[in-house]
């Protein structure tokens, strides 16, 4: 089915480690962008994504890597985990620039 | 001057009634304003959303209402259903060029059967 799809949708890891989430969009849109949703703060943009190989700072970027070799994949990795990292993030993908973002499932990520 | 504040925290409506979440914001030049709706589990879905340039936009049950003067914009939900139940984000962008979305903090909604 065409759609935006997160992997994985849960993952426990431990501080130090590196973790990538993946995100996958069949749209072919040009626009990607990942959120962190906690509790009091609502969605936080980390990174975004203009298109393959142009990527770009949001709110709260510190602590993450994002790349953006193919349009349709967005991977974010946490290169060292840490505890204030343990969030829920969220990928979303746009047709063009001030145009509805839809979001995926969602990667809930607890690191102990 | 980025920020979308938005309330109340949670609402309780029992069934058939209005629900109604505000947001505010301090940037004019933010021009697009969605409302996402979410339910347990799930990501972010686009409800319904309006320009400046219109001062309500009804889809359904749920209307925008836009006071660009007052710098607010309000969600309604007329006759809320049990299915309604979920937590709504408000958003703002600026226009092209700019596109991240600043999000309000959310707001918990229960309607009652």
């Known amino acids: 089915d065409a759609g935006i799809t997160q992997s994985p949708r849960y993952k426990i890891t431990e501080t130090g480690r590196q973790v990538t989430l993946m995100c996958h969009q069949t749209w072919s849109h040009s626009y990607m962008f990942w959120y962190r949703q906690d509790l009091g703060h609502g969605l936080r943009l980390i990174y975004y994504?203009?298109?393959?190989?142009?990527?770009d700072k949001g709110e709260v970027p510190d602590g993450y890597v994002v790349s953006r070799s193919k349009t349709e994949n967005f991977p974010l990795t946490l290169e060292s985990a840490t505890r204030s990292q343990t969030s829920v993030y969220f990928c979303?993908?746009?047709?063009?620039?001030?145009?509805?973002?839809?979001f995926g499932d969602g990667t809930r990520l607890s690191i102990l | 001057q980025q920020q979308v504040k938005q309330s109340p925290q949670s609402l309780i409506v029992q069934k058939g009634g209005i629900s109604i979440i505000n947001c505010a914001y301090e940037n004019t030049a933010f021009d697009y304003f969605p409302w996402y709706q979410q339910f347990p589990g799930k990501g972010p879905a686009l409800l319904i959303a309006?320009?400046?340039?219109?001062s309500e936009k009804k889809e359904g049950r749920f209307t925008i209402s836009f006071n660009k003067s007052a710098k607010q914009f309000s969600l309604h939900i007329m006759d809320s259903q049990p299915g309604d139940s979920a937590t709504y984000f408000c958003?703002?962008?600026?226009?092209?060029?700019?596109?991240?979305?600043?999000f309000g903090t959310g707001t918990r909604l229960k309607v009652l059967a």
């Open positions: 309006i320009r400046p340039d219109v």
């Open positions: 994504s203009a298109a393959a190989d142009i990527t």
């Open positions: 979303a993908s746009s047709e063009s620039d001030n145009q509805p973002q839809h």
């Open positions: 958003a703002a962008s600026m226009g092209s060029g700019t596109y991240k979305y600043i």
